[in-house]
C-alpha cells in the first residue's frame, strides 16, 4: 500500500526535478553570457580608452618641453590630489548602500544626489585654498601670472567636471551599462589627441593648452554621462536630509584616510616641486605616467570586482577575496621584472627628454604594483562596508612614521630619493588594507556564528 501510495509521488517528482535542473542552468548560462558580455564591452571600452590616454600622456610627455611638462604635471597633480579631497569617498557609498536593490530607481537617485549634495560643498570649501596653494607653488618657479592663472581656471573647472561624471556614471554600473560609459569618452579622447596633434604642428602646444582641452574634454563627459545616466534613477527634487547624513555616517570612519591619502597620491610629486628644481619637478612627473598602464585594472577594480564582492555570498567570500589578491599578484609580477631587467620599452614611452631615467623605472613600477594590490584590498574591503577607525588610524600612523623617519634621514631633495619616497610609502598601505580585512572577516565570522547560536 505504501509503495502504490508513493509511486505517483515519486513519479511526479522526477519532472518537478527535471524543471528546476533545467530552469537553473538556463539561469546560469544566461549569467554567463551577461557576465561575457559585460567583460567584453569593458575590455574594448576600457582597452581602448585606457590606449587613448595613455598615447596622449606619452605623446604630451614627447612634444612638451621639460619646463612646459613640469608645470602640465604639476597641475595635473593638483587634479588628481583635489579631486580625491572634493570626493572623500561619498561617491564610493553609492555601490554599498544601494546594494541589491538597483531597480529601486528613486533610491538610487537619492544616493546619488546625496553624494552630489556632499561633493558640491567640499567643492565650494577646496576651491579657494586649492586657487591660493596652486599659485603660491606656480610662484616659487617664478611662471608668467597669465600662465599661473590659466592652469589654475583649468585645474578648477576639471575639479568640478569630474565630480559629475563620478556620482553620474555610478548607476551605468549598477546596471553594466559600459557602452554608455565608455562611448563618449572615448570619442572625446580621439578629438583631444587630435587637436594635440593639430597644436603641436602649429607650434601653440603648451602647458595651459594641454589642460584647457583636457579641461573640456571632462566637461563634457560629465555632462553626457549625466544625460545617460537619466533611465536608471529617479533624480529626487530635493536634497533628502535623512540619505544625505546615512552617506555621511557611513563614510565618516574612513574619511581621514581619504583626507590622507589624497595628499599622498603625488606627494612625491609635491615635495619635489617645493625642495627640488624644475628638471626634477618634469621628471617625478613623466615617472608618474608609467602608474598609467595599471589604470586599466584599477577601473576594472571598481566597475566589476566591487559589484560583484559586494553582492558575493558570505561563506563564498574568502576565497573569491584571495583569489582576486593573488590573480593580480600573479599579473604584476612579470611587469615588475621586465621593468627591472629591460628597462628600455618603459624609457622609450617617456622620450628622449628622460633617457638617464633607467635605474628609476623598475623602483617605480613596483611601487605602482604594491599600491595596485593594495587598492585592489581597499576596494573590495569597502565593497563589504569595513570601514574601521582602527584601519583609518594605522593607515595615517604608518605613512606620518615611515614618511617623517625618511625626510628626516634622507630628504626628497633628488628624483632617485622621490622615487624611493614613493617605495617605502606603498607597503603601508598593504600592511593596513590588509588589517582591515582580516578584522572584516574576522567580525563576518562572529556574526555568522552568534545567529547560528
Known sequence: MLEDLNEPHTAEARPVANVNSSSANTGRLALGKRVLRILGVFLIGQGTLQALQIVIGFFLLRKLSIEAYAQFGLAYGFQVTLGSLTDLGFTSTIVPLVGEHRD?????????????????????????ITAICFLGIMYKHHWGWGLQLGLTLSVLITLYSSGRLSYFSTPLFLFGRLKE??????????????????CSAAGVLGAFVAAGLNSLAVTLNGL???????????????????TDQEVLRYIIPAMPAFIFSAFQAQISLFLISIFGGTVSVAEVAALGKLGQLFGVLMTFNIMVIEPYIARRRRDRLLPTYLGFIALTIAICIPVVLCAFAVP????????????????????VVLSACISHVAGLIWIMNRSRKWL?????????????TVQITYLLLVGVHTTRQAVFFTFVSSFCYVVAHGYVGIVGFLKGSRVVHSSAA
Open 104 to 128: 529601486n530607481r528613486l533610491l538610487v537617485g537619492r544616493y546619488v544626489r546625496a553624494a552630489k549634495h556632499w561633493r558640491d560643498r567640499t567643492f565650494g570649501f577646496l576651491a579657494p
Open 181 to 198: 560609459y565608455y562611448a563618449p569618452q572615448t570619442l572625446t579622447a580621439a578629438v583631444r589627441l587630435i587637436a594635440y596633434v593639430a
Open 224 to 242: 553626457i554621462v549625466e544625460k545617460k545616466a537619466q533611465p536608471h534613477m529617479e533624480w529626487p527634487e530635493e536634497d533628502d536630509p535623512a
Open 344 to 363: 628600455a620599452p618603459f624609457l622609450w614611452l617617456l622620450g628622449g627628454n628622460y633617457k638617464n631615467l633607467g635605474p628609476d623605472v623598475g623602483w
Open 388 to 400: 574601521f577607525w582602527s584601519g583609518t588610524i594605522m593607515e595615517i600612523a604608518l605613512l606620518l
